[in-house]
């Protein structure tokens, strides 16, 4: 079975600044694929970014940045020039090759300041 | 743009009740999913389907039930609720076309249990 960790339940940055999220997943399957959703206040969930494990190249959304390390396992997601409306939880999912659910992290909260 | 609504936001039920939770999407998507949010445990998979009439169980299945009569409506069935299943409760649908796709989620709908 596949496990994600994020062992930041909470950060806090102020606007204009860059923070970093942390994820790391755990699985023996070679393809795979990995999301960042967003889950402001408002409550509905929502994609940032994702990535293909069997692509070297991070993926960048805009102010959206991810750093994947394949065999650290790892899956960090980058947010430069933070806004107001960042402020939400984020969660870090994983999605094995040939099965259409995913396995969530436990979310970190980021809370931006002014 | 994608649409999964939920119809209820929010509801109160009794120890004992039977609940139906509501899912409808609009997008001709495959697949559709219920999940459960609880603070400090992130998401967790109830149940999913991959077609009308056919169900998968998830992570944490017991106590509840599902039905998809027709390909746009998913529901979520608490034969009798308990105060532990007090939660978030997130519908999710998305595409089989190929592999890795997006999973596009609902609102979410509020359940206590009392």
């Known amino acids: 079975a596949q496990t994600v960790t994020q062992s930041q339940p909470e950060m806090s940055v102020q606007e204009a600044e860059t923070v970093t999220l942390s994820c790391t997943y755990d699985?023996?399957?070679?393809?795979?694929?990995l999301f960042w959703y967003k889950q402001p206040p408002s409550r509905q969930m929502i994609l940032v970014i994702r990535q293909e494990a069997y692509k070297q190249q991070n993926a960048t959304e805009n102010r959206f940045s991810v750093n994947f390390q394949k065999a650290a396992k790892s899956f960090s997601l980058k947010i430069s020039d933070s806004q107001l409306g960042d402020t939400a939880m984020y969660f870090c999912?994983?999605?094995?090759?040939?099965?259409?659910?995913?396995?969530f992290g436990k979310g970190t909260m980021l809370l931006v300041s002014p | 743009d994608v649409k999964v609504t939920q119809s209820s936001r929010y509801l109160v039920k009794r120890t004992g009740e039977k609940v139906f939770l509501e899912c409808v999407q609009d997008m001709d998507h495959e697949n559709m999913f219920w999940y459960r949010q609880d603070p400090g445990l992130g998401l967790r998979l109830i149940y999913f389907?991959?077609?009308?009439?056919?169900?998968e169980k998830g992570d944490i299945p017991e106590g509840y039930s599902v039905s998809r009569e027709k390909k746009e409506r998913f529901s979520l069935i608490l034969e009798s609720a308990s105060t532990n299943q007090t939660s978030m409760y997130l519908c999710?649908?998305?595409?089989?076309?190929?592999?890795?796709?997006?999973?596009?989620f609902g609102e979410g709908s509020w359940l206590t249990v009392v």
């Open positions: 699985t023996s399957e070679n393809n795979y694929y």
């Open positions: 999710a649908s998305s595409l089989t076309d190929r592999a890795g796709n997006t999973i596009y």
């Open positions: 999912a994983f999605m094995k090759q040939g099965y259409s659910t995913l396995t």
């Open positions: 389907s991959y077609d009308v009439k056919m169900k």
